[in-house]
T-cell receptor
């Protein structure tokens, strides 16, 4: 079974530029998560989708971050404009559902460097 | 918000020996889930072990076992017979059992295995 796919794996941009990340979850997984992992810290949830609806985006900086999950499958996370403090690894995860017992499977992440 | 604390930034263990990683958490909930995730260098995060708070029996997965002390809000991970492949960052995580299913992660513990 294929795992969670993410692209690109690495991205370097200048501050104030825009960037987009793509995630393809495990087939059949209804729930998709985007996490931000700053160096030396644990991942922090940015947004959670259940199918194509947003369940939790309370920690998403909505003035610059946006995310969508069209047709309840693939998802994109966008930053516009980027700031230096956005340098981090962006992890996508998916799970079968949103029950507490549903295991979250993580992708390899996209490492973003903002110069 | 739930707080997860990992007080050991780094731990070193000799191959074939045992190492224990500490984790404490803060919650007012009586039912929840606790996890240990492993993140090898430049590789994706994988679930090591899960503990349901309503279960008194400590979870075990091969060489990995936990010591769950609910009253003390403590959840330590023991790695027995350490192998070189165990070298990674280990994250403790908390998840509510109802509603708000996001994972709250600790800052992580880097485990180094000496040959």
């Amino acid at each position: 079974e294929a795992g969670v796919a993410q692209s690109p794996r690495y991205k370097i941009i200048e501050k104030r530029q825009s960037v987009a990340f793509w995630c393809n979850p495990i087939s059949g997984h209804a729930t998709l998560y985007w996490y931000q992992q700053i160096l030396g810290q644990g991942p922090k949830l940015l947004i959670q989708f259940q199918n194509n609806g947003v369940v939790d985006d309370s920690q998403l900086p909505k003035d610059r971050f946006s995310a969508e999950r069209l047709k309840g499958v693939d998802s994109t996370l966008k930053i516009q404009p980027a700031k230096l403090e956005d340098s981090a690894v962006y992890l996508c995860a998916s799970s079968l559902g949103d029950r507490g017992t549903d295991t979250q499977y993580f992708g390899p992440g996209t490492r973003l460097t903002v110069l | 918000a739930q707080t997860v604390t990992q007080s050991q930034p780094e731990m070193s263990v000799q191959e074939a020996e045992t190492v224990t990683l500490s984790c404490t958490y803060d919650t007012s909930e009586s039912d929840y889930y606790l996890f240990w995730y492993k993140q090898p260098p430049s590789r994706q995060m994988i679930l090591v072990i899960r503990q349901e708070a309503y279960k008194q029996q400590n979870a075990t997965e091969n060489r990995f076992s936990v010591n769950f002390q609910k009253a003390a809000k403590s959840f330590s991970l023991k790695i027995s017979d350490s192998q070189l492949g165990d070298a990674a960052m280990y994250f403790c995580a908390y998840r509510r059992a109802i509603n708000d299913y996001k994972l709250s992660f600790g800052a992580g513990t880097t485990v180094t295995v000496r040959a």
